[in-house]
């Protein structure tokens, strides 16, 4: 039992893998949006130690390490990610200063204290969004910088289609405002915010994704569970064009006190 679980699982691993590993980003967002972050950071030096969470093939990481000094070790669960990552980082020759490492975000290997930037885009929700505040902040020295994604809603009342669908996907999805509460709750002093521009999701992610998906349906055809992925990723694009007024990705920069 536990033994064709454990392949079934698999399976699902390698074809989630498959199909984003294919893209320049796995989630929303754009070269500009990291350098309009990277803006409000201004602790970083040569000696800088920086980590990237959930860094996937790292295309926001290398965007990071060509404009900011330090060291840079993205991290990511997916060990064909971390693959890709490392040999993106040598063909942009900053493999000495960015290495990628399979790792997972709640159990992260980094010494009490010893960052000077957390960086994180669309991934802190597979730990959520207060907890991974909570739990990244020991990581921190005093007065580092976090800078994190996270999908956000921009009205308290929304269509119950688009509510439904993201309170079954991610319960703990709430308001701008109440995750900005929730940043200074947990021990940093918000520093910037800003929306991700609709290009970050268009041009930056389903333009990717579309393409993907027609190569990851080639590859796997008549394979009944790829194909209900490929149609989940389908639904979820659709929905952030009609109801993209109601939520998106906001950008949060913050400083931890204390
Ligand atoms: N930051 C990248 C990838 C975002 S997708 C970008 O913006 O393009 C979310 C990433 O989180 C995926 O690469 C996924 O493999 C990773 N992930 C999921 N659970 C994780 C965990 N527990 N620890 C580390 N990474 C995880």
Not at 17 to 37: H, I, K, V, W, Y
Request: charged share 25%.
């Amino acid at each position: 039992m536990s033994n064709e679980n454990k392949t079934i699982h698999d399976f699902e691993f390698n074809l989630i893998c498959d199909f984003f590993s294919n893209m320049e980003r796995q989630g929303p967002g754009s070269p500009e949006a990291t350098l309009r972050a990277l803006s409000f950071i201004d602790n970083l030096t040569d000696k800088s130690l920086i980590a990237d969470i959930g860094c996937g093939t790292g295309g926001q990481t290398m965007e990071l390490a060509r404009h900011a000094p330090g060291q840079i070790t993205g991290l990511d669960l997916f060990p064909g990610f971390i693959e890709i990552f490392n040999r993106n980082a040598a063909k942009l020759n900053l493999q000495d200063r960015v290495k990628g490492i399979v790792g997972s975000m709640d159990n992260l290997p980094f010494e009490q204290a010893s960052l000077d930037l957390i960086w994180s885009e669309g991934a802190i929700y597979n730990i959520g969004f207060e907890r991974g505040l909570n739990e990244w902040r020991q990581y921190l020295k005093p007065g580092g910088y976090i800078a994190i994604t996270e999908s956000s809603w921009f009205t308290d009342e929304r269509p119950a289609e688009i509510n439904d669908f993201w309170m079954d996907a991610y319960p703990e999805m709430d308001t701008l405002p109440n995750q900005v509460a929730t940043i200074y709750k947990a021990g940093y002093l918000p520093v910037a915010t800003f929306i991700l521009p609709e290009n970050c999701w268009t041009e930056h992610y389903f333009a990717f994704k579309t393409a993907a998906r027609e190569a990851f349906l080639h590859k796997y055809a008549g394979n009944k569970t790829a194909e209900e992925f490929s149609e989940l990723q389908f639904v979820e694009d659709e929905l952030y064009r009609k109801y993209k007024e109601f939520y998106g990705y906001v950008f949060y920069i913050a400083k931890k006190v204390g």
